[in-house]
């Protein structure tokens, strides 16, 4: 059987766990409270069960084989035993996740790799004077994991070349998609590429040069078309004869309009009120609508990850 790896069984743990299950790999959830693990398992059992029947459930086992393989622990000593890689999944807060870390770097051995699910805490902030740093590294995942296979694999300076070698051959495995950082950054790659597109949007909508519905079509019918199969450095490549010929050509056009980019905005105010009651207006901020939203766009990235499978098996 392969080896145990555990999480904590918030929304991104549970979703981490059925991507671990997915590929054959033994599960163990650890909270806290007892209740909570309950209440994990059960969403999992229905999730998985849904995902089945309408044929988007993942990797080659049937939902109960899956989740044969997830247990739950409620005592952290009992839940780390066995344990090749160890997954953190609390809230993005720096004081828990290092207390959380501390407690693990005093009873692991020295084979187990530490990894953290953390969006923007840097690991030299995380794992910093610990004694296992050597095998401690980010994983920070796309939320959610299980439909989107991005993982952003972020080492500390001191992190073992075979604690990433490891990490990305493991989310390989169970069929994430996983990039290397060759160092940190704030933001690591895929938020900085994020807030880039945010600033610029926040921009357009505060200058009056287009709605926020609009500008959202401008992404999901445009540039994401594109992007949901080929990167931006690809698309300058295709887009051209290739890279040298498109920075010949729209060098200095690019130049031209990034020269008229305004400066950080505050993300607040008369702009932050504008964007809102947009977006109220088509999905209204209460759980119930967003919560509708949410599982529609979960359906939607099903779907696209579907047809992304099969045109590359093509």
């Known amino acids: 059987l392969a080896d145990t790896y555990f999480l904590f069984s918030g ?3 549970r979703s981490w766990a059925m991507a671990f299950a997915a590929g054959g790999l033994k599960v163990k959830l650890y909270d806290v409270a007892q209740e909570q693990l309950t209440s994990a398992l059960e969403n999992i059992r229905k999730q998985m069960k849904e995902m089945e029947e309408s044929g988007f ?3 080659a086992l049937s939902a109960e084989q899956q989740l044969a393989l997830i247990s739950i622990c409620t005592d952290l000593k009992a839940a ?6 160890i997954q953190e999944c609390t809230p993005e807060n720096l004081e828990l996740k290092k207390k959380i870390f501390g407690q693990l770097d ?3 051995g020295d084979s187990v790799i530490l990894s953290s699910s953390t969006s923007c805490l840097l690991p030299s ?4 004077g610990l004694k296992h740093v050597k095998q401690c590294i980010v994983s920070h995942p796309v939320n959610p994991p299980y439909f989107v296979p991005l993982v952003e694999i972020v080492p500390h300076p001191e992190t073992d070349p075979s604690t990433i070698e490891r990490t990305y051959a493991l989310m390989k495995k169970i069929g994430q998609s996983p990039v290397k950082l060759n160092r940190e950054i704030e933001g690591f790659v895929l938020n900085r590429l994020q807030y ?3 600033s610029e949007a926040w921009r357009l909508v505060g200058e009056g040069v287009i709605s926020p519905t609009d500008l959202d079509l401008v992404v999901s019918d445009g540039l994401g078309m594109r992007y949901a199969f080929i990167g931006p450095l690809e698309t300058m490549h295709l887009n051209a004869e290739g890279i040298s010929n498109y920075c010949e050509r729209y060098r200095d056009g690019m130049r031209l309009v990034l020269n008229t980019f305004g400066p950080v905005p505050e993300f607040s105010g008369e702009i932050e009120q504008k964007i809102n009651q947009a977006m109220s207006e088509k999905i209204p901020s209460v759980a119930k609508a967003l919560d509708a939203r949410r599982k529609w766009r979960d359906e939607c990235l099903t779907g696209l990850a579907k047809l992304k499978k ?3 098996s093509d």
């Open 11 to 13: 929304l991104i743990g």
């Open 57 to 59: 459930l993942r990797g």
């Open 80 to 85: 780390v035993e066995g344990a090749t890689f």
């Open 106 to 108: 005093l009873i692991v």
């Open 125 to 128: 902030k995380l794992f910093t």
């Open 196 to 198: 880039a597109v945010i």
């Open 310 to 312: 099969e045109m590359k």
